[in-house]
């Protein structure tokens, strides 16, 4: 399906019924990673209409000059929300970057958003200024090597996940590598050159998020990590606030179990 949004044509699927959910993926990945995630969950709840869509520049949303910088991403995602939720209230469900972007939205009081859920969140976009752990050492799987035609992908899944099992490696290669493959990398670099962080960013910390919020991260998260989401969001009012132990950034791969039982109790606080 497609949204128009100016001149861009966002893509973007959806699936069930009922509530709205907007899904937004992290940088350089698409839709795939979200829906990866979250879907196991959905197909056993009814109620919800899930939408999952691509991010300009990433999956098959073409990239657009117009979009400078974080804040015209933003509103990108808001025109769309207006065409394709309307003034329907919402739940919001961010990764990474992604989540980052939701973060923006729920600033915004004219959005109806009921629920706020966070993988792995961005909360500052300078990565020099991210107080980040050091990564622990991979749990390896002695035959994954063997299976991996390309160097290449494998030292690339080993730099991103802490538990590189053949299991991991397939979901990898479905959701992540899959995006990665068609991302337009030279908008994105000129976009982070540009403005990959919010001219607004200091006001996050003001943030009054009153609805039902779980931010789940990793204790090896070595890509945004986990105390800059605590330091900015401990204070809000209905926060569920978890560092998984053992998982990088991937976490609702390295650790399904737990996400899953994480996203069905915010979903049963909604």
Not at 66 to 77: F, G, K, P, Q, R
Not at 164 to 177: S, Y
Not at 186 to 192: D, E
């Amino acid at each position: 399906m497609e949204c128009i949004v100016k001149d861009l044509p966002v893509y973007y699927e959806e699936h069930g019924e009922g509530k709205p959910v907007l899904c937004l993926h992290g940088f350089a990945v698409d839709h795939r990673l979200v829906k990866g995630a979250l879907e196991p969950v959905f197909e056993q709840e009814s109620g919800y209409r899930r939408i999952y869509l691509d991010l300009p520049g990433m999956g098959q949303t073409p990239r657009r000059d117009w979009i400078e910088n974080a804040d015209v991403m933003l509103e990108v995602v808001k025109q769309f929300i207006a065409k394709v939720i309307g003034e329907e209230s919402f739940l919001l469900v961010g990764n990474s970057y992604g989540g980052y972007l939701a973060l923006g939205l729920a600033s915004d009081p004219s959005l109806h958003i009921d629920g706020l859920f966070l993988m792995g969140p961005c909360v500052i976009a300078d990565y020099t200024k991210r107080k980040l752990p050091v990564k622990g050492e991979a749990v390896i799987d002695p035959e994954l090597k063997s299976m991996i035609t390309s160097p290449a992908d494998y030292e690339n899944f080993l730099a991103m996940f802490v538990i590189a099992t053949k299991e991991n490696w397939h979901r990898f290669e479905v959701e992540i590598l899959s995006g990665l493959r068609v991302a337009d990398t030279f908008f994105l670099k000129g976009y982070r050159k540009r403005g990959y962080g919010f001219s607004f960013e200091d006001q996050l910390k003001e943030l009054r998020f009153v609805k039902p919020i779980c931010v789940l991260t990793g204790e090896w998260d070595d890509a945004v990590g986990y105390e800059d989401a605590w330091q900015l969001l401990k204070d809000l009012p209905q926060l569920t606030f978890v560092t998984l132990d053992g998982v990088g950034h991937n976490l609702h791969i390295e650790n399904s179990e737990a996400f899953n039982l994480h996203l069905r109790e915010w979903l049963r606080q909604i």
